[in-house]
T-cell receptor
Framework: QKEVEQNSGPLSVPEGAIASLNCTYSDRGSQSFFWYRQYSGKSPELIMSIYSNGDKEDGRFTAQLNKASQYVSLLIRDSQPSDSATYLCAVRAGTASKLTFGTGTRLQVTL | DTGVSQDPRHKITKRGQNVTFRCDPISEHNRLYWYRQTLGQGPEFLTYFQNEAQLEKSRLLSDRFSAERPKGSFSTLEIQRTEQGDSAMYLC???????????FGQGTRLTVV
């Protein structure tokens, strides 16, 4: 079982719709959760972090965390073509400092 | 520019040669990470430093790989006797003591021919 799992996609949504990206993790001791956006040929860019159960909103982005279900999600409202990218879920377990990444979900926002 | 800086951006080398990459973290960040990423995969952890101490090294890292962070500032990653399987994007990231996320440099793309 992979430590962090994501559906590789592509996830295709029309412009203006809500994109929902999901991630599950295996280590129940995980305490910090991050979403990164990565455009083709570029490095990952941190867009959201979440540390406690519930929702955290930042502009068009909402991160959701459910530790009991070991599940993290990212919602992108009013999706734009510029949101087309790969979204990486990353988890930091306990006091360990490294981030463990999933393989990413490729999002395509269509006109 | 106060972001993470990596050098070079691209490196083409012949199999068997040694290569060295440099990373300059964000100045107030005491933690520095190296990751490797291949096409279609997420970043794979290689090693990380807290200040000058190398605290963890991936089991996947062979003896051909070594990293240093003298004086807790910039870091270097050296690959000896490169193989074609080493071709990848090598990413450096840094984070502050509160561990609120890690910020990546632009990466070094290595091609071994």
């Amino acid at each position: 079982q992979k430590e962090v799992e994501q559906n590789s996609g592509p996830l295709s949504v029309p412009e203006g719709a809500i994109a929902s990206l999901n991630c599950t993790y295996s280590d129940r001791g995980s305490q910090s959760f991050f979403w990164y956006r990565q455009y083709s040929g570029k490095s990952p860019e941190l867009i959201m972090s979440i540390y406690s159960n519930g929702d955290k909103e930042d502009g068009r982005f909402t991160a959701q965390l459910n530790k009991a279900s070991q599940y993290v999600s990212l919602l992108i409202r009013d999706s734009q073509p510029s949101d087309s990218a790969t979204y990486l879920c990353a988890v930091r377990a306990g006091t360990a400092s490294k981030l463990t990444f999933g393989t990413g979900t490729r999002l395509q926002v269509t006109l | 520019d106060t972001g993470v800086s990596q050098d070079p951006r691209h490196k083409i080398t012949k199999r068997g040669q040694n290569v060295t990459f440099r990373c300059d973290p964000i100045s107030e960040h005491n933690r520095l990470y190296w990751y490797r990423q291949t096409l279609g995969q997420g970043p794979e952890f290689l090693t990380y430093f807290q200040n000058e101490a190398q605290l963890e090294k991936s089991r996947l890292l062979s003896d051909r790989f070594s990293a240093e962070r003298p004086k807790g500032s910039f870091s270097t990653l050296e690959i000896q006797r490169t193989e074609q399987g080493d071709s990848a994007m090598y990413l450096c990231a840094s984070s502050s003591p509160d561990l609120r996320g890690a910020f990546f440099g632009q990466g070094t793309r290595l091609t071994v021919v």
